[in-house]
């Protein structure tokens, strides 16, 4: 059996996440690299163009997400309302979510809008700043987000430097 060593794309994410993994520890504030390397790997392409567009996706999912989010956590703080209508509440805003980027056309929005809403209303429902979290894992998903594309473009830019 032949051994392949990793291609171009493989090695640029390893980068991409090794350097927002690197950013997000040493940030103000509460970073969490996980949340900027799983950034960096969903949104790293075969090619810049198409990390642009997977990123801005990422973007306006997180965005969304983590801004209903917060709504939810705002209006049903912790331990106020019963584990099971929580539960309800949150599969219909999820669905609801999907949806909403369904409509507006943002595909490459859609998992990451309500993978984003879960991770901040489930994961993080008893912190006592919602706004902090969900702020801090938009922050974290951006540099995972700009890192992967700034590795892509420097990339490509040397390639092109480098052809005669």
């Not at 409509?103 to 706004?131: C, E, Q, R, Y």
Request: with cysteine; proline share 4%.
């Amino acid at each position: 059996m032949q051994v392949k060593f990793p291609g171009p794309r493989i090695r640029k994410t390893g980068l991409a996440v090794l350097i927002s993994m690197i950013i997000s520890h040493y940030r103000p504030g509460e970073g969490l690299a996980f949340y900027s390397a799983i950034a960096a790997i969903i949104c790293m392409q075969q090619n810049v163009h198409q990390t642009f567009h997977k990123g801005l996706g990422r973007i306006i999912g997180t965005l969304f997400g983590g801004t209903i989010g917060l709504t939810y956590l705002l209006t049903f703080p912790s331990k106020k309302i019963p584990d099971i209508v929580g539960l309800f509440v949150i599969a219909i805003l999820v669905t609801i979510i999907i949806w909403v980027m369904s409509m507006i056309n943002k595909k490459d929005a859609v998992s990451i809008a309500g993978i984003v809403f879960l991770s901040v209303t489930i994961n993080h429902a008893g912190d006592l700043v919602p706004f902090n979290f969900a702020l801090n894992r938009v922050i974290d998903t951006l540099i995972g987000v700009i890192v992967a594309f700034l590795v892509n473009y420097i990339d490509f830019r040397l390639k092109e430097s480098l052809k005669f």
